[in-house]
């Protein structure tokens, strides 16, 4: 039976290590590592600039206007992308791991901790908790 139980501690730490890592790398998306590259250039002087997106499908999105019209196009752009790519629901998804993962690893590592401090004090004591 302790077994069982030092298992299961294992398990929840090992699982819990993993949803926490699968949430951060899913809440990162937050910031970066899209599927598709951002571009924008052009001539300042001139006052025209072109911002370009190429998805990772191989579509390429490209507008060219005034800075501040090339700009304002690719943020709603990219807003657009991630809409399309589910990625809002994967931040939400990895926003509800973290916390669940560090949980998991808490109460595996508690589990753990009490089984050994049990099993010292029950061999002080000359008898072991799980056999009276």
């Known amino acids: 039976m302790k077994i069982f139980k030092r298992r299961g501690a294992a398990i929840a730490v090992a699982l819990g290590l993993v949803a926490f890592l699968v949430g951060t790398s ?10 598709w590259h951002a571009s924008i250039g052009g001539d300042l002087s001139a006052g025209v600039m072109t911002a370009e997106v ?10 060219t206007g005034a800075p501040a019209d ?23 998804v990895g926003e509800v ?10 109460i595996g590592l508690a589990g753990l901790l009490w089984r050994s401090v049990t099993f010292r004090r029950a061999r002080r004591a ?4 799980w056999t009276t």
């Open 26 to 35: 899913l809440v990162m998306l937050r910031d970066g590592g899209w599927p």
């Open 54 to 63: 190429v998805d990772d499908d191989g579509a390429a999105y490209r507008f």
């Open 70 to 92: 090339a700009q304002r196009w690719l943020d709603d752009k990219q807003v657009e992308l991630k809409e399309a790519h589910g990625i809002p629901g994967k931040i939400a």
């Open 97 to 106: 791991l973290q916390p669940a993962g560090v949980v998991l690893v808490l």
């Open 126 to 129: 000359g008898g072991l908790p």
